[in-house]
């Protein structure tokens, strides 16, 4: 079979087609024909030699956790059949610590994500598969499980409700769309910045209710305040040195949830303003299967339009790297190893 495979590391020339031998299942495994995969940083972090998982040793490297696909074979003891159209939960616990036994499972002591759906197919544990309803495409359900499933954690961890404000700081990509997105299906008002004027006028029209065009923190910090004031909560994949842009922004009280580090793996916070204000910050990874169950019922009941900025044939999934990379990309961008 044909896989988008990390050949090298640094670049997106490092992504290159390799035939690989056909998976066979594993007890409670299933194969599925990878309909669909969507792109995340995560994976060009590690196609940037910026993840501890993978190194010049254990390449080529089939990145891609979000599978979407038709069950094409099934293991001894795979909850699912033959031909059902699924949607791969990429959580992989250990299902023995207090965090598996009492939730939540993304909090689990060996917390892993499953990595090899930029391939024609992909065998994958049976149990984490989420039946897709037939008004559910594919493409559109590869979108939901890294980026849609942190995002709507979030909004749970920092307790968003109706009527609350929400500032998110880098809001044209993956995450920061969803982010957009989701608060919009609760009811909550947001605040979106991105440094091209372009994808925010793509923004707005999925809902984003007032944008931010620069990346600069003192003059994001200056157009928030006198648009919208202070916000309830800031969700921030970005970190570094918006992490305290965030909390400049966010009311007394307020959270801040943080998921990534785009912008730097550190950030400086100034204590005496932090505790004044009694603001809080929380870490969030991923989400649980129930509530990725929940985001497909979401999509299903038309309540959710997961928003895909471009597709990709499995051999031009170098060029999906290199779109993120550019940063031109808005959305989710999705390779679509076997297009049905
Ligand atoms: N912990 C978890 O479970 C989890 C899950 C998903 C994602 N993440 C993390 O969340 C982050 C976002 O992931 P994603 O897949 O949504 O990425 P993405 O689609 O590439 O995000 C693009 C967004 O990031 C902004 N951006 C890119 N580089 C930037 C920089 N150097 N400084 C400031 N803003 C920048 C872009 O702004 P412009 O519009 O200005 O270009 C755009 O709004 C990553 O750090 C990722 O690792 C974590
Ligand atoms: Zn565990």
């Known amino acids: 079979m ?3 495979a990390f050949t090298e590391l640094g670049d997106p020339d490092g992504v290159e087609t390799v035939e690989r031998q056909e998976p066979e299942p594993g007890d409670d495994e299933a194969i599925v024909d990878v309909r669909a995969c969507s792109v995340n940083r995560h994976d060009l972090w590690i196609l940037e030699g910026e993840s501890p998982l993978v190194n010049e040793s254990t390449l080529p490297f089939v990145s891609g ?5 038709v069950v094409a074979e099934t293991g001894d003891g795979a909850s699912v059949d033959k031909g059902d159209r699924v949607l791969l939960c990429p959580n992989q616990t250990c299902g023995e610590c207090e965090f ?3 939730g939540p499972e993304n909090m689990c002591q060996s917390f892993m994500l499953y990595h090899g759906g930029f391939a024609e197919s992909a065998a994958v544990d049976a149990s984490r598969l989420i039946a897709l309803p037939d008004d559910v495409g594919f493409t559109e359900a590869s979108t939901l499980p890294t980026a849609y499933l942190t995002a709507w954690h979030m909004l749970r961890k920092t307790d968003v409700t109706a009527g609350d404000t929400v500032f998110v700081p880098g809001a044209t990509g993956g ?3 969803a982010t957009i997105q989701l608060c919009d299906v609760v009811g909550a008002r947001t605040v979106g910045t991105s440094t091209s004027e372009e994808k925010l006028s793509r923004l707005r029209d999925v809902g984003c209710d007032h944008t931010v065009e620069s990346g600069d923190v003192d003059e994001i910090k200056k157009e928030v305040r006198s648009s919208v004031g202070r916000v309830d909560a800031t969700v921030n994949h970005l970190a570094g040195e918006f992490t305290q842009l965030g909390l400049e922004v966010t009311k ?6 943080i998921c990534g580090r785009t912008a730097g793996a550190t950030s400086e916070i100034f204590a005496p303003k932090f ?3 009694q603001q809080e910050i929380v870490g969030s990874t991923m989400g649980t299967q129930p509530e990725l169950e929940n985001l497909v019922r979401l999509v299903a ?5 997961p928003v895909v900025g471009a597709t990709y044939t499995l051999e ?4 999906a790297f290199a779109d993120m990379d550019d940063r031109d990309a808005f959305g989710k961008l999705v390779v679509e190893p076997q297009s049905a």
């Open 2 to 4: 044909r896989t988008a």
């Open 65 to 69: 956790l979000d599978v979407a696909g």
């Open 100 to 102: 598996c036994r009492e």
């Open 175 to 177: 995450v920061g769309v």
């Open 252 to 257: 007394r009280g307020g959270t801040q949830a």
């Open 275 to 277: 505790f004044l204000h």
């Open 301 to 305: 009941d038309g309540k959710l339009e």
């Open 316 to 319: 031009e999934t170098r060029q």
